[in-house]
């Protein structure tokens, strides 16, 4: 069996289709994901009992149930409960947020916690008030920490989007599908996404990679961040009482 390049070639305008319906997927459930996971990570590490008990279920939850049914039950489920019309691409795109969410947060706090406890105590025996405690102590390091495994979890969450094929949505994979029942050349279409998804995933692997092994290096700019502590004290209330 030959290998016609030039029937994938002809049809690409309907690839591309397909692949800008796959990043438009990938970009609405990222944005869901990041913002769904840092309020996750807030009730998580909040002093309420009630806001950790909420978001150790929501995570748990999201966490073990499969995507592929929570993707079925927010498109068949959601239009006859509320009695409203959900397409395919919001249904999946936001369900595959929320998911998203649920990692999101476990990887935000673990960065947090990451942070030594030393400088936290610091912040605090100095009077720091609670903005520049999280904005110049706390929250660059957990950044620091957490951005290669939230760069490698992107890259899992490109491939969850072949997921919302399922109910139909056009994306790059069911495009494909389709293309090759209508010619009866799968090979070609399903080989030519195969490489299509390769090009488009390998990049943000290879970037979260790069990111592991250069973050894991001491930074001059983390060093000298205990230095800004006593910088910063000055202008608390306590150091302006501790020093009239």
Not at 10 to 19: E, H, K, P, S, V
């Amino acid at each position: 069996m030959s290998f016609d390049l030039g029937l994938v070639l002809r049809n690409g305008g309907t690839l591309l289709d397909g692949a800008l319906v796959t990043l438009a997927i990938a970009l609405v459930g990222a944005l869901v994901a990041v913002f769904g996971g840092a309020l996750i990570c807030a009730a998580r590490i909040s002093k309420s009992a009630v806001l950790r008990s909420i978001a150790r279920f929501y995570i748990l939850f999201f966490r073990v149930t499969p995507e592929v049914v929570l993707i079925f039950w927010a498109y068949y489920c959601v239009p006859l409960i509320f009695a409203t019309k959900v397409s395919g691409f919001w249904a999946g795109s936001v369900v595959l947020g929320l998911i998203g969410a649920a990692f999101l947060a476990e990887i935000y706090r673990a960065g947090i916690e990451s942070v030594p406890r030393g400088q936290i105590e610091a912040a605090h025996a100095l009077g720091l008030p609670a903005m520049p405690k999280w904005g110049v102590v706390i929250l660059p390091q957990a950044l620091r920490l957490s951005i290669a495994p939230l760069v490698n979890y992107f890259s899992e969450f490109l491939k969850n989007t072949t997921l919302l094929s399922a109910i139909g949505v056009a994306d790059l994979s069911l495009q494909a599908y389709l293309l090759g029942g209508q010619t009866y050349r799968y090979v070609e279409f399903l080989t030519a996404i195969a490489v299509v998804y390769f090009f488009m995933i390998f990049p943000v692997t290879l970037f979260a990679r790069r990111l592991e092994n250069r973050l894991g290096r001491p930074d001059k700019r983390e060093r000298s961040r205990v230095g800004l502590l006593p910088k910063l004290s000055r202008s608390t209330p306590q150091s302006r009482l501790a020093n009239p």
